[in-house]
C-alpha cells in the first residue's frame, strides 16, 4: 500500500475531531515505467531526433491520452524539449531538432498522479553532429602540441581548436574520440586531417567529409 499526505488546505478545512481521519490517504501502489527503444542517438545538427517508446503503469500499457515529458541535462536540472501523449497501446512519439553540434543527455518523464508516483526512464545521450571536410596524413617527425607522430599515434590536426581538445569524430557505423596533436591541414574546404591511426580506426578513405560534434 502506498501513503499519499493530504494537502495543508485540506487538513485546515477538516472538521474538529475528524484531523486524524484526513492526516493521509492509503491507496493501492501502481508501479509506472518508461521504456525506450533507444538510448543513444547520432544526429546532423537541424535533423529531427525521434524518441519512441512506451509507457507502462501496473504492469499494463497506460491509457490513451496520458502525457510524457522530453528534458535535456541543463546543469544541474532538466528542462523541458517537448511533450506528447500517449497512444491507446501506452505507445509515444517525441521529436525535437538541435540546432547546434555538441552532446546532450536527455530523458523521458511521466508527472504521475495518484496512481503512482512521477518516474523518468533512463538517460539518452544526443550526439549533435555538422559536417567537416577531412583528409589524413602519415610519416613521422614531431607535431605541434607536443611528442611525436607515428603509425599509432591517434589524433587529428585542426588549425585552430587548442592543442589535447577532445573532437568526436563519426565516419559511416564507426565513431572514434581523439586529441587534437598537431596544426593543419592548409588546404581549403579541410577542417581536420587525421592520424594514420585515426583513419584505420574510421575506416576513412583519403579525402572525404567526417561527423564532428567540435
Same mark, same amino acid.
Given at each position: 500500500?502506498?501513503?499519499?499526505?493530504?494537502?495543508?488546505?485540506?487538513?485546515?478545512?477538516?472538521?474538529?475531531?475528524?484531523?486524524?481521519?484526513? +492526516?493521509?490517504?492509503?491507496?493501492?501502489?501502481?508501479?509506472?515505467?518508461?521504456?525506450?527503444?533507444?538510448?543513444?542517438?547520432?544526429?546532423?545538427?537541424?535533423?529531427?531526433?525521434?524518441?519512441?517508446?512506451?509507457?507502462?503503469?501496473?504492469?499494463?500499457?497506460?491509457?490513451?491520452?496520458?502525457?510524457?515529458?522530453?528534458?535535456?541535462?541543463?546543469?544541474?536540472?532538466?528542462?523541458?524539449?517537448?511533450?506528447?501523449?500517449?497512444?491507446?497501446?501506452?505507445?509515444?512519439?517525441?521529436?525535437?531538432?538541435?540546432?547546434?553540434?555538441?552532446?546532450?543527455?536527455?530523458?523521458?518523464?511521466?508527472?504521475?498522479?495518484?496512481?503512482?508516483?512521477?518516474?523518468?526512464?533512463?538517460?539518452?545521450?544526443? +550526439?549533435?553532429?555538422?559536417?567537416?571536410?577531412?583528409?589524413?596524413?602519415?610519416?613521422?617527425?614531431?607535431?605541434?602540441?607536443?611528442?611525436?607522430?607515428?603509425?599509432?599515434?591517434?589524433?587529428?590536426?585542426?588549425?585552430?581548436?587548442?592543442?589535447?581538445?577532445?573532437?568526436?569524430?563519426?565516419?559511416?557505423?564507426?565513431?572514434?574520440?581523439?586529441?587534437?596533436?598537431?596544426?593543419?591541414?592548409?588546404?581549403?574546404?579541410?577542417?581536420?586531417?587525421?592520424?594514420?591511426?585515426?583513419?584505420? +580506426?574510421?575506416?576513412?578513405?583519403?579525402?572525404?567529409?567526417?561527423?564532428?560534434?567540435?
Amino acid at each position: 500500500m502506498c501513503v499519499y499526505d493530504v494537502p495543508p488546505l485540506a487538513r485546515a478545512l477538516a472538521p474538529a475531531g475528524l484531523m486524524s481521519s484526513v +492526516e493521509a490517504t492509503t491507496l493501492p501502489c501502481v508501479t509506472s515505467e518508461v521504456r525506450l527503444r533507444a538510448r543513444r542517438l547520432d544526429v546532423l545538427a537541424g535533423e529531427p531526433v525521434r524518441l519512441a517508446g512506451t509507457l507502462q503503469e501496473g504492469g499494463q500499457r497506460a491509457p490513451a491520452g496520458t502525457r510524457v515529458e522530453l528534458q535535456r541535462r541543463a546543469g544541474r536540472r532538466w528542462r523541458e524539449l517537448a511533450s506528447s501523449r500517449t497512444r491507446g497501446d501506452g505507445r509515444f512519439v517525441l521529436r525535437f531538432t538541435p540546432r547546434r553540434p555538441g552532446s546532450e543527455l536527455l530523458r523521458v518523464t511521466f508527472a504521475g498522479g495518484l496512481s503512482g508516483p512521477a518516474v523518468a526512464s533512463a538517460v539518452s545521450r544526443v +550526439e549533435v553532429f555538422r559536417l567537416a571536410g577531412a583528409s589524413w596524413y602519415g610519416g613521422g617527425g614531431g607535431l605541434a602540441c607536443g611528442g611525436e607522430l607515428t603509425s599509432a599515434t591517434l589524433g587529428v590536426a585542426n588549425k585552430t581548436l587548442p592543442c589535447g581538445t577532445i573532437v568526436t569524430l563519426r565516419y559511416g557505423e564507426r565513431t572514434v574520440r581523439v586529441p587534437v596533436i598537431d596544426r593543419g591541414p592548409y588546404v581549403e574546404g579541410r577542417e581536420f586531417d587525421l592520424t594514420e591511426a585515426t583513419k584505420r +580506426e574510421l575506416g576513412f578513405g583519403d579525402t572525404g567529409e567526417v561527423w564532428t560534434t567540435s
